[in-house]
C-alpha cells in the first residue's frame, strides 16, 4: 500500500460509491489518520431495498435517501465529492472522473451494479428496471398512466392489455412489486375509478426457475407463492420471456409460447456489475465473473495491487472457497466495515485475517402482515415474518427523521390503505397513448 513519505500529509483513501458497501467503508474509517473522499454521482445515499415502494406510491423519494454530506457531516476527516468516474488510472494512482482526477494511495471501489437484460438491450425502454429514484419515479408513473388510460378507453380488450401488468424475475424485488400491484389494485385504488374495477387488473409474475424467491428455503418460496396468489398475481414458473413490443410479452413455457397483450412490463431478473469493473479488469489483469464482477483476493483487495479494494456488488468475493456472495446490503456493509478496519491496521504496521462474511439471512416481502424470512436459525412467515423484515428496514434507513417518517408513513398506509406518494411526475403525460 503506497505511503505517505511526509507523515504531514495523511493517507488518502479515495472510496468511489456512496452505496451501502462505501458508505460503510466511509464511517468506519470515521477518526482514522486518513483523509478520506467519497465520490459518488448522486449526492445521495439511496437505501434500494425500498425503492419498490417508491415506485408503487407508498413512500416518496426523499424517505428513502439520505443526502451523503449530511451524513457525513460530522465525520472531520471526510470530504463528499458530486462526480462521475470514468476510469482508474492504476499507474499514477488516481480516479479518472468525468471532470477531473483525484489521486488516491488506498482506492475502495463500490460502484455496485446495474440492470442487464441479458443481450437484450432494446427491452430497457419496454421493460424499465428498478435501480435509482428516476426508475422507481418511471415506473410509478407507467402503473399509475394505465389506470388512467384505462379508465379511459372503452375498447374491453384494451382495457385488459392495459389493466395486465407482467413482472419479469421473482426474486425479492419482483416479488415485492407484485405484491404491491396487487395491494393498489385491490385496495388502494378500488373507490377511485367510476368506470373500470381495479380489482380486475391482472399482475402477472414469470420466473425462468421453478419457483419464486429462489435463493430461499422451498418451503418458504412455497409460502410466498400462496401469499402472492392471495393477492390476485399469478405466478408463472419455469417460463421464459422471449419477447417484448409496446403492446404485449412474449412468454414460452416448455413447448408452450403464449402472446400477452400488455402495456406494463417490469424487469427484476438481472443484474450486472457496474462498467468500473472492467476498466478495472484490464487495467490489473483481474478476472472477471460472467456478470461482471471483480473477483477479489482474501482481504478484498485485487490479486497484485493490495492499495484497490473492491467491495460489494462488484465484487466477487467467494465465501469460504464456495458460492460468491450475494449481491445484497450485508455484505457490501460489513465489506466495507472491513477493508476500512484492514487499512486502519496497515497503516499501524500491522495485518488483519482474511474476510470473513457473517450471514444474517435473507428476507422478502409480498405485503401487508405478508413476508417471508430465511433468519438462518429460525425460518418465518407471514406477520412474523413481516415485523422482523419491518423493524429490520427500519433500523437500516440511514437518518433517524427518515426513520421516523417511514414508520410514520407505514402506519398511516397501514390503517388506510392508502399510498399517498401516487403522483405522476415527468413529462407531460398528455394526451394519452390510447
Ligand atoms: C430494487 C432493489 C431492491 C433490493 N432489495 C434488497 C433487500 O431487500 N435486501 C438486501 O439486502 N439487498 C437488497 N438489494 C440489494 C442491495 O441494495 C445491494 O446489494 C447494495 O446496494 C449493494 O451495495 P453497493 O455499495 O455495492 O452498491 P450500491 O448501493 O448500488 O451503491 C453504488 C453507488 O455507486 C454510485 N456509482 C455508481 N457508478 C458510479 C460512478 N461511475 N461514479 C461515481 N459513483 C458511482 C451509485 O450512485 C451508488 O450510490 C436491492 C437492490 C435493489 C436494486
Not at 51 to 58: C, I, K, N, R
Not at 189 to 203: C, Q, V
Not at 339 to 368: C, E, W
Amino acid at each position: 500500500m503506497a505511503q505517505s513519505l511526509n507523515p504531514s500529509i495523511p493517507h488518502r483513501v479515495v472510496i468511489v460509491g456512496g452505496g451501502f458497501g462505501g458508505l460503510s467503508a466511509a464511517r468506519a474509517l470515521k477518526g482514522a489518520p486518513v483523509e478520506v473522499t467519497l465520490l459518488d454521482r448522486c449526492n445521495y445515499h439511496l437505501f434500494q431495498p425500498l425503492l419498490y415502494q417508491v415506485a408503487t406510491g407508498a413512500l416518496s423519494p426523499a424517505n428513502i435517501a439520505a443526502p451523503l454530506r449530511r451524513v457525513l457531516r460530522h465525520q472531520k476527516n471526510t470530504r463528499v465529492l458530486l462526480a462521475e468516474a470514468v476510469d482508474i488510472d492504476v499507474a499514477n494512482g488516481c480516479v479518472v472522473l468525468s471532470d477531473g482526477k483525484v489521486g488516491y494511495d488506498t482506492l475502495i471501489v463500490a460502484t455496485g451494479a446495474r440492470h442487464h437484460y441479458f443481450g437484450k438491450d432494446q427491452w430497457e425502454e419496454l421493460a424499465p428496471g428498478l435501480k435509482t429514484i428516476e426508475d422507481a419515479t418511471h415506473i410509478r408513473r407507467r402503473i399509475l398512466l394505465a389506470f388512467e388510460a384505462a379508465e379511459r378507453e372503452s375498447d374491453p380488450e384494451k382495457i385488459r392489455a392495459w389493466l395486465t401488468f407482467v413482472i419479469v424475475g421473482a426474486g425479492p424485488t419482483g416479488v415485492e412489486l407484485a405484491g404491491a400491484l396487487g395491494e393498489i389494485s385491490n385496495d388502494t385504488l378500488k373507490d377511485d375509478f367510476r368506470r373500470i374495477n381495479t380489482s380486475d387488473a391482472r399482475i402477472l409474475l414469470v420466473e425462468v426457475a421453478d419457483r419464486v424467491l429462489p435463493p430461499f428455503p422451498p418451503r418458504l418460496s412455497q409460502r410466498a407463492r400462496s401469499m402472492l396468489v392471495r393477492l390476485g398475481v399469478t405466478v408463472r414458473t419455469d417460463a421464459v420471456v422471449t419477447d417484448i413490443t409496446p403492446e404485449a410479452v412474449t412468454l414460452r413455457e416448455g413447448s408452450l409460447v403464449e402472446t400477452i397483450p400488455t402495456r406494463t412490463v417490469l424487469w427484476a431478473a438481472g443484474v450486472q456489475a457496474s462498467p468500473l469493473g472492467r476498466m478495472l479488469a484490464n487495467k490489473t489483469g483481474a478476472a472477471l465473473d460472467p456478470s461482471g464482477r471483480v473477483v477479489v483476493g482474501p482481504d478484498l483487495s485485487l490479486p497484485g495491487y493490495p492499495e484497490i479494494f473492491v467491495i460489494g456488488d462488484l465484487a466477487h468475493f467467494s465465501h469460504r472457497g464456495g458460492r460468491p456472495l450475494p449481491g445484497i446490503a450485508q455484505p457490501a456493509m460489513q465489506e466495507g466495515s472491513y477493508v476500512a478496519k484492514v487499512i486502519k491496521h496497515r497503516l499501524r504496521g500491522k495485518s488483519v485475517g482474511p474476510f470473513h462474511y457473517f450471514d444474517l439471512g435473507n428476507m422478502a416481502t409480498i405485503g401487508r402482515a405478508a413476508a417471508v424470512a430465511d433468519l438462518r436459525w429460525v425460518r418465518l412467515s407471514g406477520l412474523p415474518a413481516w415485523l422482523v423484515w419491518l423493524f429490520i428496514h427500519l433500523m437500516y434507513i440511514v437518518e433517524f427523521q427518515n426513520r421516523l417518517l417511514v414508520l410514520l408513513q407505514w402506519a398511516w398506509n397501514y390503517y388506510t390503505f392508502n399510498r399517498s406518494a401516487r403522483l405522476i411526475t415527468g413529462k407531460n403525460p398528455l394526451p394519452l397513448n390510447l
